[in-house]
C-alpha cells in the first residue's frame, strides 16, 4: 500500500523521530479494516503516558488503548471465550503491524463501548472544548454560529471571560451603563430601608448603585464577575448576546 511505503520512508530518515503520528496512521488504516469490532485506538508516546505521584518509573514503550465494541447492550456481550479471542487476535495483529514497521514494543490496553457513536459524540465534545480554550468564548460563538452549541461545555468562569470580552468589545476596552444599551439595571438585592441594582459594567466587575426607600440615590460598590451569584452571571450573558 502506498501508505505504508511512505511510513517506511519516514522511518528510514528519521529514525529518532517521535512515532506517534506514524503509529495513529498505521492504526487508522487498521482501525478502517476492522470497524465492526473497534473504533479507534489512542497512542501515547512513553513521555506523555501518566505516571503515578512520586513514581521514578520511567516508560519505554508506547501506549495504545484499544475502544472496542464490547460494551453492555452491544452484539459483542457478553464476553464469550470466542469473543475474547476474537479481541485478543485483534491487538495481536495490531501488535505485529506496529512492531513490523517500527520496531517499537507497544503497552496495550482496553476500553469496551456498546458503539462507535459514544466514542463519535466524545470525540465532539472534545473539539468543542479544545475550540473554546483555544479561541475564547466570543470567538468560539462566532466559529459555531451559536451560543446554544457551546453553552453545555462552558463553566462559569467560562461565562465571567465571555462577559468581560463582551464588555471590552462593547466599550472599546473600557465599560458603559446599562442605559446606555437600552437595557434595564440589573436587581442586585433589597430590604426595607434600601434597593440595590447593578447599573454599570466595567472591565473587570460591574457598579452596584443603592438607593434609599424614597429611591433616592445614596451610594455606589463595585463587585468583581467572578463574586456575582451564577443567576446574575446568566442574566449578563443573556443581556450581552443580543448586542
Request: net charge negative; with cysteine; proline share 2%.
Amino acid at each position: 500500500m502506498n501508505l505504508r511505503h511512505d511510513i517506511k520512508r519516514i522511518l528510514r530518515e528519521e529514525t529518532n523521530k517521535d512515532l506517534t503520528l506514524v503509529m495513529e496512521m498505521l492504526l487508522e488504516e487498521f482501525v478502517n479494516d476492522h470497524k465492526d469490532i473497534l473504533c479507534k485506538v489512542e497512542v501515547k508516546h512513553p513521555d506523555k503516558r501518566t505516571k503515578l505521584p512520586h513514581s521514578d518509573n520511567v516508560y519505554e514503550n508506547y501506549r495504545a488503548t484499544f475502544y472496542l465494541i464490547g460494551g453492555y447492550g452491544s452484539d459483542n456481550w457478553p464476553a464469550t471465550q470466542s469473543v475474547r479471542r476474537m479481541f485478543d487476535d485483534l491487538m495481536n495483529e495490531a501488535w505485529d503491524l506496529i512492531y513490523n514497521y517500527t520496531g517499537q514494543k507497544l503497552d496495550m490496553f482496553t476500553k469496551h463501548v456498546n458503539s462507535c457513536d459514544d466514542i463519535i459524540k466524545e470525540s465532539k465534545d472534545n473539539s468543542i472544548s479544545d475550540m473554546i480554550k483555544t479561541l475564547g468564548v466570543l470567538d468560539a460563538i462566532k466559529y459555531f454560529g451559536n451560543y446554544y452549541t457551546i453553552e453545555p461545555y462552558l463553566k462559569v468562569v467560562d461565562k465571567v471571560n465571555f462577559i468581560k470580552e463582551k464588555v471590552a468589545e462593547l466599550g472599546d476596552g473600557g465599560g458603559f451603563g446599562l442605559v446606555e444599551i437600552d437595557e434595564e439595571p440589573i436587581h442586585y438585592g433589597e430590604d426595607e430601608n434600601e434597593l440595590r441594582q447593578i447599573e454599570y459594567l466595567g472591565k473587570n466587575g460591574v457598579t452596584v448603585a443603592v438607593y434609599d426607600a424614597d429611591i433616592e440615590h445614596m451610594d455606589e460598590f463595585n463587585v468583581m464577575y467572578e463574586s456575582l451569584s451564577v443567576e446574575i452571571i446568566e442574566q449578563l450573558v443573556e443581556i450581552l448576546l443580543n448586542h
